[in-house]
């Protein structure tokens, strides 16, 4: 005898309710040996299911205030903000990368819209600004490829001959001199580039990986970019879309200016730095001062970094200058004078304009800060930042303020 019980008529009624809520294309065959339990859910299932409600109608919600509700939902929060820490710090890397990729796109936005013509779309354009960009960074890149044995001839030379350019203006220059006695300048240079062959190997590998990551990251940076080009107004719409509706109108207009602000800076500033170097370069060739392209490339790296930056390079000018001559490091003084003075009262209000305006205090602390959170790339754009911080504080936090 089957041990298979005998279906009876009410039975067969709700397996065949139970079909009707039981998928199609889940757990076939359906028999009634999945038992009663089973089947009477899905025979509620099946009722439950409405042309308005195919999935049924939502049950009750559960309640937030109880303990275990509340204890959950801070438990949960804990979890996912440790989870997001950890997530953006091993990611940071990346997310430097795309930062610079964004600041970059925003930086020739202004170039791609003023492309964009009814006859002439947006791919067009982007792909045109793009091969620009690809045949100034292809220039540059041949620039190095020529710079760069003179670079390293330069810079080793300098290297070789610091301590006895210390000797030769100790002798020269007596208060030199005396900081040479006191503080043994030339001995800590002899015993600081003194050779040491498992250095010297550890630095060219050492060298070697930077060249693979700087080279490596430049691609990246380049793709990101012309993907944020292209997607621009996608990327802008999307981010005005996470503002509330009654909101957006005015973050609209606040984003805008903050994109001006971003894109004229860093374009301002690449343009202003490379004028500066070029113009070292002539000084130096004049005067034959040693090593002119060397510092003439550290002039134009320092010059990208504000306030500080241009100081900073000619303080270090000067020091090969008066290697010369007294009074050729005193001209050298004054020349970065007179081009600090042209490049921000003649250069930064043409190129740059007024669309970053940032009180010298916070521009000095915003720098500060940011070469200590993200080195160089932080101190390049520790300005804009700075601009865009301001004009929302400006527009948003100080007008609740003052009505309160």
Known sequence: MSGDRAIEPADEHM?????????????????????????????????????????????RRFDRRSPFMIGMAGAAGVAVTFGAIQAVLAVSQVLVLITIALFLAIGLEPAVTWLVRPWFPRWAAVTAVSVVSVVALGLFAGFLAAAIPPLVTQGG??????????????????????????????DRLQQGLGSDPAGLIGGVLGAGRLVFSIVSETV??????????????????????????????????????????????ILGNLVISLITAVLTFVWLSIFEVPYPLLLAVLVAILDLLPVVGSSV??????????????PIAVATVSFFIVLRLVEDYLLVPRIIGRTVQVPAIVTVVSVLLGGALLGIVGALLAIPVAAALLLIIRETVLPSLDER
Not at 314 to 321: D, E, N, P, Y
């Open 15 to 59: 397996v065949d309710a139970a079909e009707a809520g039981h998928s199609d294309t889940v757990a076939q065959p359906h028999t009634a040996d999945e038992g009663g339990q089973m089947i009477a859910a899905e025979a509620a299932a099946a009722r439950a299911s409405t042309q308005e409600n195919p999935l049924g109608k939502p049950g």
């Open 157 to 186: 030379a300098l290297v070789h001959n610091a301590p006895g350019y210390v000797n030769h203006l100790s002798q020269r220059y007596p208060l030199i001199g005396t900081l040479n006695t006191r503080f043994h300048l030339q």
């Open 220 to 265: 990246i940076v380049a793709v990101l970019t012309c993907y944020f080009m292209a997607d621009f107004p996608q990327v802008r719409a999307y981010f005005y879309r996470l503002f509330p509706r009654s909101r957006r109108p005015r973050a609209i207009l606040i984003g805008d200016e903050i994109f001006v602000k971003v894109g004229g800076y």
């Open 313 to 326: 390079a000619g303080i270090i000018v000067a020091l090969v200058a008066l290697t010369v001559s007294l």
